[in-house]
């Protein structure tokens, strides 16, 4: 059984001014039961 509850893929952070993204690619499963930041 998978216990993920959020995946992310190639999720992007972009601000206003700005050439390129802050982050990119962003890839990321996060399961149930962890607290995740960035």
């Known amino acids: 059984m998978n216990d993920a509850v959020i995946t992310l893929n190639g999720l992007e952070k972009r601000f206003p001014g700005m050439d390129k ?4 690619p962003l ?3 996060i399961h149930a039961g962890y607290v ?3």
């Open 36 to 38: 995740t930041g960035l």
């Open 21 to 24: 993204p802050a982050v990119a």
């Open 27 to 29: 890839d990321c499963t």
